[in-house]
């Protein structure tokens, strides 16, 4: 500001300077021009008396033509005199010295120059004289002797023409006296111009070189504003790379989603195919223990069989004795007995012996198929070796995907990190880009302040130019004044002054022109300058406001959309990582998978324990019980997944206006609908959990099956179980139990803990367990009951 103002005060004192020059210029171009004036006016006075005396003596001799000539050139050289006054620019104190000297010149002058007029005068008046004188003569003469006249009329024309020349001498040594007075009078006038241009021209140059550093220092502050434009503009693409960096690594961020969403589903793929080999393992398993139970039932079967040969052959034996006996009582019914008895035991024995051969039969048949479900085993067990080798295989590569599944993660989070620092940091640079607007902004708004001022003091400039102006005309007005006191008080000299006062016009035009154009010229030189270099900077400070309000308006723009786009990118990242992802869980729902598990396990706890105690009283049959709970817990679960899915699908039908029900599901509607309606049925749950009880108790009592009636009987429990599983159903993707485990399967201990005993292989099932979601990682571990073949 300081430095502003000090510029401000240059330029004012500058101004003044020039208007001070400016009033002396015009002060001492009124009296050079008035001086001149004066000349011209004597000067042309003493020509027309000369050139009147010279008509009446000859009009047609060459010394005449001669003077005239010379008259001419000293006229054209006076017209270069006047153009020469015109071309002066400025002055100063030693032209009102230079004036006077002048002034006093020409008073000495002008008694000369009358009494030359005067002697003119008289010799006019004596050759008027001279003219009647000689005409008297004349007459005279053609009276009396015209030879003797005429011989004394040419004596005195010759006496007169000696006279004229001695007068025309005279009248050349006077004219080349003041040639002499001319030229001494035009050297000097000369010399003065030439030191008032000198003059002019140093002050022009100093005034110039002023106006170049004004216009240096001007440019000078426009270059900084254009810097300052430059750097912000710089700072914009700044922030335009940024964001298009921006955008590139969200793109990443997307790839690397699409990436990882695809390993996930080749994990998952991979998973669904080892559990297919597992549970075609466990089919064999299952066939195995199938045909051990067969050749078992055989074996059984064959004791029996030789346990009835034994009874009929102690039948037997008791009926020899009893015959003996009969024999003994009874001779004649003996033989008839004997022979009944014997054709009787006869065909039992081929009817027993028809069964052992039947069994023996069977037994060979139990023997092939022993020896083909060895050879089966046999087969298993090789295949079971390979998939085992498979299966290590897939676990290393399942431990190998998971190493790097852990390593892209870590890399996500980096990146993650990466662009949230990137956005800190570009808002940090949005925060410092609108503190340099703001500061732009004030220096525009000085600026403004010192354009006003600048403006009031051109409008101070008009009025002292207006009041110069006054001053001039009230000048005029006063050579007009003394003009007329002039002519009154020559009255004899009206035509000379009629000519002079059309010449004075004339010159007054030159002057006025001359005046005109010096002031074009200070105007051009400084003023015009001036207003044009302001007219300048107001257009370019309105080009620099209307560009930092643009570039505001960008800015603003720019920060809406990266807002926008953080919100969109959170919004389509949070979905994509929770849509069907059982990985991440909002921490903010009550009834996560974690706390259902919690759930799990107080129901376990409590209602299951309740539920046992009530149902174990009517069966008094521990694995019976257990046997019906699961079936209930399961057939609940089995309930509210369908559930799920028909209210799902039926919400995709409200908004799609479907009236038949589509091939695919939700394939009209886009996924973010799709969360939208899973997390609004997630909210909604508790409500909808209580109505589907009620409805599900009353379906119950319209059944007759054993399971509705033993569920009805522990209502606590069915409650407590059906509203875990409805909240295990509608989680995004559901979460689900483990399928029923069967009687001699492995024990697995990761997946279930020992209800009462422990072993290798499954007893019975109590609780089963609790996943993620299909083939997802435990949540809770289930409960059986354990044996080994040792204590069987």
Known sequence: MAKKDFEIKKLKELLSKERENSRKYQLACDELLEWKKECEEREKSRAKVYNAELATHTSTTPENKKYEKRLNQYEHRMTQAAIEYNALLETDEHLEKKYKEFESKSNAVIPDIKQQVQSLRDVATKREELINYLQRKKKDVCNDNESTELLKTEKKLQELKEELRHTTQKLRLEKEGRKEDNIKHKKDIEAVCNKFQVEIEAAVMSISMKLIKTQD????????????????????????????????????????NQQHEEYIKSMNEREQSIEQLQEEISAIQNDNRNLKKTVKELISNLAIASEENIKLQEETESWKQQLEIVKVHANTD????????????????NGHLEEVKQIHLKYKDSMKLISDANSRERRAVDSVKVLEGKLKSLEDTISDMKDEYEQQKQELFKNVSVSLNTIKDLQTRLNNAQASE?????????????????????????????RFEAKIAANENQLQQANEQLEHFNKERQNLKQELYQEKSRLEELVKNYEASVNDRIKSKDDDSLLCQLDQLKSKEKELA?????????LKSSNIELEETETRLSKLMGQRLTDNNP???????????TKLAERYSELYDNEWADAFEDLNAIYNDEQKTIAMLTVILKEAACFCRNEADEQMEHLRKVLTLQTTLSVSRGQNVPDVINQQLKNSRKVMSEIAGTNIVETYIKRLKHLTSASARDALRVEKFLREAFSLCWLMSIQDPPVVFDRLQKHGEEFNAELYRPYTQAGALVDFQVLPTMFLNEGGPVLYKGVAQGYSLTNE
């Open 217 to 256: 220092d001007f440019t000078f502050k426009e270059n900084e504003l254009l810097d300052k434009i430059s750097k912000a503009e710089t700072k914009i693409q700044k922030l335009n790379n940024i964001s298009n960096k921006y955008q590139e690594t969200r793109h990443e961020l997307e790839t690397t």
């Open 334 to 349: 003996v033989v008839k007995k004997e022979r009944q008895l014997e054709f009787r035991i006869e065909e039992q024995r």
């Open 438 to 466: 703001r500061n732009l902004n004030k220096r525009l708004k000085e600026r403004d302040q010192e354009l006003e001022r600048l403006n009031a003091f051109s409008k101070g400039q008009d009025s002292e130019r207006r």
């Open 546 to 554: 209307t560009e930092i309000i643009q570039v505001h308006q960008q």
């Open 583 to 593: 990985n991440i869980t909002d921490l903010s729902d009550k009834n996560r998978p």
